[in-house]
Protein backbone atom coordinates (compact mmCIF):
# COMPACT_ATOMS: atom_id res chain seq x y z
CA UNK A 1 0.00 0.00 0.00
CA UNK A 2 2.58 2.30 0.98
CA UNK A 3 4.27 1.71 -2.58
CA UNK A 4 0.88 2.41 -4.67
CA UNK A 5 0.80 5.75 -2.27
CA UNK A 6 4.19 7.15 -3.14
CA UNK A 7 3.91 5.80 -7.18
CA UNK A 8 4.22 8.96 -9.33
CA UNK A 9 2.04 8.26 -12.20
CA UNK A 10 -1.54 6.81 -10.49
CA UNK A 11 -3.68 8.98 -12.97
CA UNK A 12 -1.79 8.63 -16.21
CA UNK A 13 -1.91 4.31 -14.75
CA UNK A 14 -5.53 4.73 -14.30
CA UNK A 15 -6.12 6.26 -17.75
CA UNK A 16 -4.43 3.03 -19.31
CA UNK A 17 -6.45 0.69 -17.29
CA UNK A 18 -9.52 2.41 -18.26
CA UNK A 19 -9.15 2.51 -22.02
CA UNK A 20 -8.31 -1.22 -21.94
CA UNK A 21 -11.36 -2.10 -20.12
CA UNK A 22 -12.70 -0.03 -22.62
CA UNK A 23 -11.38 -1.84 -25.44
CA UNK A 24 -12.05 -5.45 -23.67
CA UNK A 25 -15.41 -4.78 -22.94
CA UNK A 26 -16.61 -2.86 -26.45
CA UNK A 27 -16.38 -6.49 -27.88
CA UNK A 28 -18.97 -7.86 -25.04
CA UNK A 29 -22.21 -7.95 -27.21
CA UNK A 30 -23.96 -9.18 -24.10
CA UNK A 31 -22.35 -6.43 -22.19
CA UNK A 32 -23.72 -3.66 -25.12
CA UNK A 33 -27.02 -5.67 -25.22
CA UNK A 34 -27.77 -5.27 -21.20
CA UNK A 35 -27.06 -1.76 -22.10
CA UNK A 36 -29.44 -1.29 -24.39
CA UNK A 37 -32.20 -2.84 -22.60
CA UNK A 38 -32.14 -1.05 -19.88
CA UNK A 39 -32.08 2.41 -21.96
CA UNK A 40 -35.20 1.25 -23.69
CA UNK A 41 -36.76 -0.26 -20.35
CA UNK A 42 -36.12 2.83 -17.90
CA UNK A 43 -35.61 5.52 -20.68
CA UNK A 44 -34.60 8.92 -18.27
CA UNK A 45 -32.21 6.80 -16.57
CA UNK A 46 -30.79 5.27 -19.63
CA UNK A 47 -30.55 9.12 -20.75
CA UNK A 48 -28.89 9.83 -17.46
CA UNK A 49 -26.22 6.89 -18.79
CA UNK A 50 -26.12 7.69 -22.29
CA UNK A 51 -24.53 11.40 -21.17
CA UNK A 52 -22.19 10.06 -19.25
CA UNK A 53 -20.82 7.71 -22.18
CA UNK A 54 -21.27 10.67 -24.50
CA UNK A 55 -18.79 12.54 -23.04
CA UNK A 56 -15.49 10.29 -22.94
CA UNK A 57 -13.33 9.55 -26.37
CA UNK A 58 -13.23 5.78 -25.13
CA UNK A 59 -17.15 5.49 -25.07
CA UNK A 60 -18.64 8.83 -27.09
CA UNK A 61 -19.73 5.79 -29.45
CA UNK A 62 -22.03 3.92 -27.59
CA UNK A 63 -23.25 7.29 -26.18
CA UNK A 64 -24.40 8.55 -29.13
CA UNK A 65 -26.32 5.25 -30.02
CA UNK A 66 -27.54 5.27 -26.78
CA UNK A 67 -29.60 8.92 -27.52
CA UNK A 68 -30.45 8.02 -30.74
CA UNK A 69 -32.02 4.94 -29.35
CA UNK A 70 -33.96 7.00 -26.88
CA UNK A 71 -35.17 9.41 -29.46
CA UNK A 72 -37.56 6.90 -30.59
CA UNK A 73 -39.13 7.69 -26.70
CA UNK A 74 -38.36 10.42 -25.06
CA UNK A 75 -38.41 14.06 -26.43
CA UNK A 76 -35.21 15.87 -27.84
CA UNK A 77 -35.75 17.99 -24.87
CA UNK A 78 -35.98 15.01 -21.94
CA UNK A 79 -33.32 13.53 -23.30
CA UNK A 80 -30.71 16.33 -23.28
CA UNK A 81 -31.94 17.21 -19.82
CA UNK A 82 -31.29 13.79 -18.43
CA UNK A 83 -28.14 13.33 -20.48
CA UNK A 84 -26.69 16.81 -19.82
CA UNK A 85 -27.24 15.81 -16.40
CA UNK A 86 -25.00 12.90 -17.01
CA UNK A 87 -22.69 14.53 -19.06
CA UNK A 88 -21.85 16.72 -16.27
CA UNK A 89 -21.64 13.88 -13.47
CA UNK A 90 -18.75 12.93 -16.08
CA UNK A 91 -17.39 16.05 -16.84
CA UNK A 92 -16.99 17.01 -13.25
CA UNK A 93 -14.82 13.71 -12.13
CA UNK A 94 -12.66 14.50 -15.25
CA UNK A 95 -12.18 17.79 -14.60
CA UNK A 96 -11.26 17.37 -10.78
CA UNK A 97 -8.76 14.50 -12.00
CA UNK A 98 -7.39 17.04 -14.72
CA UNK A 99 -7.10 20.42 -12.56
CA UNK A 100 -5.91 17.91 -9.50
CA UNK A 101 -3.12 14.60 -9.94
CA UNK A 102 -2.96 14.68 -13.86
CA UNK A 103 -1.64 17.85 -14.28
CA UNK A 104 1.40 17.15 -12.12
CA UNK A 105 2.02 13.84 -13.33
CA UNK A 106 2.13 15.25 -16.92
CA UNK A 107 3.95 18.25 -16.28
CA UNK A 108 7.54 16.75 -15.52
CA UNK A 109 6.99 14.31 -19.02
CA UNK A 110 6.05 17.66 -21.00
CA UNK A 111 8.79 19.68 -19.88
CA UNK A 112 11.44 16.77 -20.55
CA UNK A 113 9.81 16.68 -24.27
CA UNK A 114 10.90 20.28 -24.53
CA UNK A 115 7.39 21.79 -23.80
CA UNK A 116 8.64 25.29 -23.33
CA UNK A 117 8.05 26.71 -26.83
CA UNK A 118 4.08 25.69 -26.22
CA UNK A 119 4.29 27.23 -22.94
CA UNK A 120 5.11 30.55 -23.80
CA UNK A 121 2.43 30.16 -26.10
CA UNK A 122 0.11 29.60 -24.05
CA UNK A 123 1.17 32.64 -21.87
CA UNK A 124 0.27 35.07 -24.82
CA UNK A 125 -2.38 37.51 -24.23
CA UNK A 126 -4.52 36.45 -27.54
CA UNK A 127 -4.41 32.55 -26.82
CA UNK A 128 -4.34 32.69 -23.03
CA UNK A 129 -8.50 34.02 -23.43
CA UNK A 130 -8.88 31.54 -26.44
CA UNK A 131 -8.30 28.58 -24.23
CA UNK A 132 -11.66 28.66 -22.47
CA UNK A 133 -13.62 29.34 -25.65
CA UNK A 134 -12.20 26.12 -27.78
CA UNK A 135 -12.64 24.37 -24.46
CA UNK A 136 -16.47 25.28 -24.26
CA UNK A 137 -16.72 24.66 -28.45
CA UNK A 138 -15.35 21.13 -27.73
CA UNK A 139 -17.32 20.04 -24.51
CA UNK A 140 -21.04 21.28 -26.88
CA UNK A 141 -19.86 19.30 -29.84
CA UNK A 142 -20.63 15.57 -29.77
CA UNK A 143 -16.47 15.13 -29.90
CA UNK A 144 -15.32 13.49 -26.97
CA UNK A 145 -14.56 16.38 -23.89
CA UNK A 146 -11.53 15.36 -22.24
CA UNK A 147 -9.62 18.24 -24.57
CA UNK A 148 -12.14 20.65 -23.75
CA UNK A 149 -12.17 20.04 -20.35
CA UNK A 150 -8.25 20.11 -19.79
CA UNK A 151 -7.91 23.14 -21.78
CA UNK A 152 -10.39 24.89 -19.00
CA UNK A 153 -8.57 23.18 -16.30
CA UNK A 154 -5.97 24.82 -17.51
CA UNK A 155 -7.59 28.47 -16.76
CA UNK A 156 -8.54 29.91 -13.54
CA UNK A 157 -11.91 28.81 -14.21
CA UNK A 158 -13.70 27.69 -10.54
CA UNK A 159 -15.30 24.78 -10.14
CA UNK A 160 -18.89 25.85 -9.88
CA UNK A 161 -18.36 27.91 -12.95
CA UNK A 162 -16.99 24.81 -14.80
CA UNK A 163 -20.25 22.55 -13.55
CA UNK A 164 -22.85 25.13 -14.70
CA UNK A 165 -20.94 25.98 -17.81
CA UNK A 166 -20.76 22.50 -19.05
CA UNK A 167 -24.58 21.52 -18.09
CA UNK A 168 -25.88 24.35 -20.49
CA UNK A 169 -23.17 23.33 -23.49
CA UNK A 170 -23.88 19.79 -22.64
CA UNK A 171 -27.80 20.15 -22.79
CA UNK A 172 -26.99 22.34 -26.02
CA UNK A 173 -24.98 20.08 -27.50
CA UNK A 174 -27.33 16.72 -27.18
CA UNK A 175 -30.01 18.46 -28.00
CA UNK A 176 -29.15 19.62 -31.40
CA UNK A 177 -27.37 16.23 -31.97
CA UNK A 178 -30.86 14.37 -31.10
CA UNK A 179 -33.03 17.09 -32.94
CA UNK A 180 -30.73 16.86 -35.87
CA UNK A 181 -30.91 12.80 -35.93
CA UNK A 182 -34.75 13.64 -35.71
CA UNK A 183 -34.92 15.63 -38.67
CA UNK A 184 -33.40 12.78 -40.62
CA UNK A 185 -35.06 9.65 -39.55
Excluded: C
Excluded at 38 to 64: K, M
Excluded at 168 to 175: R, Y
Amino acid sequence: MKRFREYKYKGLTLIAISILITIFFSGDESLNQNISDVSRSIPIFGSFIAGILYVSASTVVFGVLLLLGLSKTLSALEIATFAGLGAVVANFVLFRFFKGNLIGEITPIYNKLGGGHVTELMHHKYFRWSLPIVGAIIIASPFPDELGISLMGLTQIKTYQFVLLSLVLNITGIFLLVSAFSLFK
